[in-house]
């Protein structure tokens, strides 16, 4: 018997990138573990991960193509093989190309894997031979990036694993043990040394449950909260006048804009007692080293810019950035993205049209817009973006023609004229750039593919093959484009070792001196840039469209909240086969709203508004407040899905969309 230890990185959309040891007996994945010498997962996975091997083994794989024999979305197909599956999917793009152009194509892709190549590289040449449509906009992270941008140029943020230096520790829109739960340890490091650890969510999550102080603000109201903390700042003159002199711009039309938030206004908007406002404003000025993290959670929203761009304001004022533990971060991704040279994975765009990501009900579902073929990857569209039955309708179209590669027969998948099957990240090569830590990471496939699977680089290229492509992109193998996409790398030291850090100084402050990425090299308080958009050059509170107070509220008077409440499930992965292991779904509502409603724990309630309903038992919780409730969402089925009832209104600026700007009624039916 032959056994191998193989590194590894954890491919998935989560801000950890845990580094993974294989080991493999004859062939066959036996154990999978984390690597102990990765300085930031420090040999721990995850309750989703630790079970991965019965994910890749499992009897549904996806292990050869599939063509769809049943009606659309009954997930009824035969096998076939790859020629014959090829030769459809050719025949019926060149017909689609020969009746409404190329632009009639659209690829749809996540970020299922992050790695480097089977996230999107030889996609994009692949499209652009065939003229197709492009992808626009963003599931996560782009509005956060763009918030953060536009105070300081760009989304650069301090490195996670600094938090241990800090004395106090805010957690803002963001649930960090269930999310983010290799960060957890570093946070309690700080606390080991004193800090204090606060926590801003208007759900008491299992993040707020470990907090030493949980601040309960209403969703969307962030904003508010922020400007009444910069009114008692100034007021208290807890500001740093040198590093806000020398680093920022706009301090006086702030100043200005915070003295109309007196912690009274802000307290009233968002729901908490101007006390609160006071203290943690008091706090946050008088300690340098105060470390404000976040991640996503707050972007969901229709003023999901304005939050990040607004934040962003807060360490500039108390000069934080000066000092190891202050600051804020965000994502580390842009570092990662300065590593790598994606030349290669570029291809020219040539003016071809874009479609948002976010309403791909709206896209499938219009003439106009006249989509005929769609490939979906590295995604779940059908349970991860909002206005899920508009989505469905679009789908069972007779005249679009649908391809998936997929690993297991998602929501999305049924849908499929053609699946092709997937391989998993321990039998495919890749490199994981992080955007929760500092280190880049190697995947060394452990495995041989299973069954006919492929990585996404080997779809692209035998497509290109079945449509007569001819481009020497295709012609270059994974290792070889890794190795030309990371000029600057040690790839010896992270095939050996798994890991390498960015680099970047051991003490790493990225604005400790100012050099900010704007054209000025300053932060900018007020924004010159936002007015030119016709935006607000200053933070600015604005209430949702779909939110408390508004015309839709008085038909649907309660605001919906659908994040990530699983330990067991990523997104909508794992959620079909880690479903006896999590309790769900059900709909969350607080006493009071129950109450009134007649609602008790366990009934069964209907969930509506416009765009859809779901049928749920309820549960009272005290995690809530009124006039807020929950659903967790990444469960499969439509009977289920989270998204059959969320919002796609884009948010502010940035692409993403705001699934948290949501309104519902709830009516007993059992
Ligand atoms: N177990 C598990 N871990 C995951 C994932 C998963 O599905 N399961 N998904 C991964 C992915 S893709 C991502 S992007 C990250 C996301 O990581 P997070 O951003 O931490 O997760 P979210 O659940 O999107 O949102 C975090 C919190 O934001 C709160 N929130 C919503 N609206 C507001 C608001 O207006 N103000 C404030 N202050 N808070 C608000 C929600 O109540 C929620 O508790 O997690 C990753 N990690
Ligand atoms: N209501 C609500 N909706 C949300 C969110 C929320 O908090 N609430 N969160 C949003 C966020 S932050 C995100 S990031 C998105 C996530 O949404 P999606 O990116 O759609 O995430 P998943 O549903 O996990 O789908 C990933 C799919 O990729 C497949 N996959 C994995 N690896 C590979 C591979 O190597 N090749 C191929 N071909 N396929 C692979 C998996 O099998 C899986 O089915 O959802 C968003 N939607
Ligand atoms: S899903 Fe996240 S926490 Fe779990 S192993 Fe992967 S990177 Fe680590
Ligand atoms: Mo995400």
Not at 112 to 131: E, I, P, V
Not at 505 to 518: R, S
Not at 661 to 670: I, M, N, P, Q, R
Request: aromatic share 8%.
């Amino acid at each position: 018997m032959t056994t191998e230890l193989v590194l590894g990185t954890c491919h998935h959309d989560c801000p950890d990138s845990c580094g993974w040891v294989v080991t493999v007996e004859d062939g066959r994945a036996v154990k999978m573990r984390g690597n102990p010498d990765h300085p930031y997962s420090r040999g721990e996975l995850c309750p989703k991960v630790n079970r991965f091997l019965e994910r890749v083994y499992h009897p549904e794989r996806v292990l050869h193509p599939l063509i769809r024999t049943g009606v659309k979305g009954a997930g009824e197909f035969r096998q076939t093989s790859w020629d014959e599956a090829l030769d459809l999917v050719a025949t019926r793009l060149r017909e689609v190309i020969a009746e409404h152009g190329g632009e009639a194509i659209l690829p749809w892709s996540d970020a299922g894997t992050q790695g480097l190549l089977q996230m999107s590289f030889l996609d994009n040449h692949f499209f652009a031979h065939l003229g197709a449509s492009r992808q626009t906009d963003s599931l996560c992270g782009a509005t956060a990036r763009a918030g953060l941008a536009a105070t300081y140029g760009d989304g650069r943020s301090a490195d996670p694993m600094d938090v241990r230096f800090a004395e106090l520790v805010i957690l803002w829109g963001t649930n960090t043990r269930l999310t983010n739960r290799h960060l957890w340890p570093f946070v309690e490091q700080a606390r080991a040394r004193g800090a204090r650890v606060v926590v801003i969510d208007p759900i008491r999550t299992i993040t707020a449950g470990s907090a030493d102080w949980f601040i309960q603000p209403l969703p969307g109201t962030d904003v508010a909260l922020m400007l009444g903390l910069m009114h008692v700042l100034i007021r208290n003159d807890l500001i740093d006048h040198e590093y806000v002199a020398e680093h920022s711009v706009g301090y006086e039309q702030l100043a200005a804009r915070a003295a109309e938030w007196s912690p009274e206004r802000a307290a009233e908007v968002c729901g908490l007692d101007p006390a609160e406002i006071e203290t943690l404003a008091t706090l946050y000025g008088s300690t340098s080293r105060s470390f404000i993290r976040t991640l996503i959670g707050a972007e969901h929203h229709e003023n999901g810019a304005m939050f990040f761009r607004t934040l962003a304001c807060l360490p500039v004022l108390t000069g934080a950035w000066r000092h190891r533990g202050g600051g804020l971060s965000r994502s580390v991704g842009t570092l990662s993205e300065a590593a790598i040279d994606m030349t290669l994975a570029e291809a020219d765009d040539d003016g071809r049209r874009a479609l948002s990501m976010n309403r791909l009900g709206e896209t499938l579902t219009s003439p106009e817009i006249g989509v005929h073929a769609l490939f979906v990857w590295n995604g779940n569209p059908v349970v991860s973006v909002p206005n899920a039955a508009a989505i469905r309708r679009g789908l069972a179209r007779d005249d679009l023609f649908t391809v998936v590669s997929e690993q297991f027969v998602t929501d999305t998948a049924r849908y499929a004229d053609v699946v092709f099957p997937a391989t998993t990240q321990i039998e495919q090569l890749d490199m994981v750039p992080a955007w929760g830590h500092l280190y880049l990471g190697w995947n060394h496939p452990a495995i041989a593919p299973l069954g006919e699977a492929v990585p996404n680089t080997e779809l692209w290229r035998r497509l290109a093959r079945a449509m007569g492509i001819e481009d020497p992109v295709f012609d270059l193998d994974d290792g070889s484009l890794l190795v030309r996409s990371l000029p600057g790398i040690d790839i010896e030291e992270l095939k050996r070792s798994g890991f390498v850090r960015l680099d970047l100084p051991e003490e790493f402050l990225p604005y400790a001196e100012g050099g900010f990425a704007t054209d000025d090299g300053k932060a900018h308080l007020y924004s010159e840039a936002l007015a030119g958009t016709g935006r607000d050059p200053l933070p600015s509170h604005v209430p949702a469209r779909e939110g408390p107070g508004s015309e839709a509220s008085r038909r649907f008077p309660l605001v919906l909240l659908t994040p990530k409440t699983h330990t067991r499930f990523l997104n909508s992965s794992y959620s079909k086969h880690h479903a006896d292991r999590e309790s769900g779904p059900y709909f969350e509502i607080d006493p009071a709203d129950a109450a009134a409603r007649g609602i008790e724990e366990g009934d069964r309630v209907r969930v509506h508004n416009d765009r859809g309903a779901l049928e749920l038992p309820a549960r009272l919780s005290d995690r809530l407040r009124p006039g807020l409730a929950a659903i967790p969402w990444g469960w499969w089925g439509e009977e289920a899905n989270a998204n059959v009832l969320t919002n796609d209104t884009a948010s502010d600026w940035g692409g993403a969309v705001a699934f948290y700007d949501t309104l519902v009624e709830a009516v007993k039916t059992g």
